[in-house]
T-cell receptor
């Protein structure tokens, strides 16, 4: 099965700075790479995803980059705001299997 | 679109009793639903995959006789925690895939917080 690692496990940044979270995976068949944001006591919400035919995708302040050769993909958040504080999970997937989540990264944005 | 609901949102029960949690896809049909469990400050752990009209597939270490899953229709899956014990206290979250949609996308319910006394 998929072995997923996320780094760092916790991250504190000043408001306005950038945050980067990296996810490494083991299954070379993975072709779908989503990032989820979970606020305390809430459901996980998909914030951005990328498929293996592209290397980068951007949506306003959020971007995801993919390196299939090295089997890792990263979440980039620019101009961070206090409301970006949450736990972020990656869940690389091969399409016909359930999402298996990384251990999560707790992001704190300090005003 | 693609809204998933869960009921109840939170439940407190006595040790030894059973608790049923419902997961519904409100505006789409879901041939496959998934049940996850999340302990405080931990990640979501997949418990089982629920397929409409057939038996659920359980992950290693999850007791199928303790966590009964029924997926009787294309919009409803239920998880019953039988003979609940305090260690079963957790946040249970279901998710669903749209039948005939992008096979990777999973939509999550709001979760059910279970406290066993």
């Amino acid at each position: 099965g998929e072995n997923v690692e996320q780094h760092p496990s916790t991250l504190s940044v000043q408001e306005g700075d950038s945050a980067v979270i990296k996810c490494t995976y083991s299954d070379s068949a993975s072709n779908y790479f989503p990032w989820y944001k979970q606020e305390l006591g809430k459901r996980p919400q998909l914030i951005i995803d990328i498929r293996s035919n592209v290397g980068e995708k951007k949506d306003q302040r959020i971007a995801v980059t993919l390196n299939k050769t090295a089997k890792h993909f990263s979440l980039h958040i620019t101009e961070t705001q206090p409301e970006d504080s949450a736990v972020y999970f990656c869940a690389p997937n091969s399409g016909n299997t359930p999402l298996v989540f990384g251990k999560g990264t707790r992001l704190s944005v300090i005003a | 679109g693609a809204v998933v609901s869960q009921h109840p949102s939170r439940v407190i029960c006595k040790s030894g009793t059973s608790v049923k949690i419902e997961c519904r896809s409100l505006d789409f049909q879901a041939t496959t639903m998934f049940w996850y469990r999340q302990f405080p400050k931990k990640s979501l752990m997949l418990m089982a995959t629920s397929n409409e009209g057939s038996k659920a597939t359980y992950e290693q270490g999850v007791e199928k006789d303790k966590f009964l899953i029924n997926h009787a229709s294309l919009t409803l899956s239920t998880l019953t925690v039988t003979s609940a014990h305090p260690e079963d206290s957790s946040f249970y979250i279901c998710s669903a895939r749209v039948a005939g949609g992008l096979e990777e996308t999973q939509y999550f319910g709001p979760g059910t917080r279970l406290l066993v006394l």
